[in-house]
């Protein structure tokens, strides 16, 4: 038997026994629809032979203790109109890991207290309304969004950034209960706790929210004044975030556990900050290396040179490029770019860019005269041209 059949199939609707029915009153039930539909009494009848298949299948898992608990749980957990609509909303996504994540905290409490907590998850996610917990087993808290602007060089070498943030804790004066302190929230009647209620339409059995509770399994006659019955409080504190070296711009940071805190002895939330990185006027990213552009004259280029070029913190450092350097040719600085996270750094990418002087004097004028004289024999769009022909 799957999930989905469990979350599909209402067994006790099949049985028409109330979910607290009894060992004997479930068999009592059985015997009797199985009477009704038994197939040697019904020759040929498939509606009846369907239907008899039906009430042997519910049958088969609510007498069988560990099979009906099995059902029962899968139930409050993920059926029942927890999956479908959400009255007066769109609907609404499910985070099966805060789900698993919520059960595997041990510690069982009544059936209704999971549901509400299953609610609180889902519904303080989505921002909207929250849902009062009563629970006392751990909560984990809530995973906070968070941004920050950093200069190129803070993204590049890391900071320390001061966050303020906003979170949902449990409303202090009332614990997180949202029923007046020194009271307690009951078990819902309607819903005997499970949060849900079926609602028949000829044929068809919807489970939805339970009305009187709006789906939490629990009733508060008298809320807490604070948190107006809510259980939920805003908390507001502000925290140092150690960006680690190397982050880029729009890159998700996430801070293991300092998200909002837990409840009663939980773990904390995640912060997640998004990052958004300045542009630098001289150095770029690529990757894990830097880049910058380094203008060199005709000169240089032609003979050689040793130049200084920029590094993101400290003194210039001196590049050789070799005579006969092209434009545009890209020279790596070892281990003057973004830190990784293995410790080691990226490269420097050094390009250069070849100026051409745009004002000359007498002198300079004579010599370039003298100099293309000298390789006037050269012409460097020979090649160009000999190619064009042959294609
Ligand atoms: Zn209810
Ligand atoms: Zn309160």
Sequence with gaps: ??????????????????????????????????????????????????????????????????????????????????????????????????????????????????????FGGLFNRGGGASTPTTTTRPRRGQDIESEVTLSFTEAVEGTTVSLRLTSSAACAACTGTGARAGTTPRVCPTCEGTGAASRNLGNFAFSEPCRDCKGRGLIVDDPCPVCEGSGRAKSTRTIQARIPAGVADGQRVKLKAKGAPGENGGPAGDLYIQTHVKPHAVFGRSGDNLTVTVPVTFTEAALGAEIKVPILKGLPVTLRIPPGTPNGRTFRVRGRGVARKDGTKGDLLATVEVLVPNTLDDKSRELLNEFQTATAGEDPRADLIQRARSE
């Design 1 to 118: 038997m799957s999930t989905k059949d469990y979350l599909e199939k209402d067994y006790y609707a099949v049985l028409g026994v109330p979910k607290t029915a009894t060992a004997d009153e479930i068999k009592k039930a059985y015997r009797k629809l199985a009477r009704q539909y038994h197939p040697d009494s019904n020759q040929g009848d498939t509606a009846k032979e369907a239907k008899f298949k039906e009430v042997s299948e519910a049958y088969d898992i609510l007498s069988d203790t560990k099979r009906r608990k099995e059902y029962d749980e899968a139930r409050t957990l993920f059926g029942s109109g927890v999956g479908g609509q959400r009255p007066g909303g769109g609907g609404f996504s499910f985070d099966f890991g805060d789900l698993f994540g919520g059960t595997a905290q041990g510690q069982h409490g009544g059936a209704g207290e999971r549901l509400g907590d299953l």
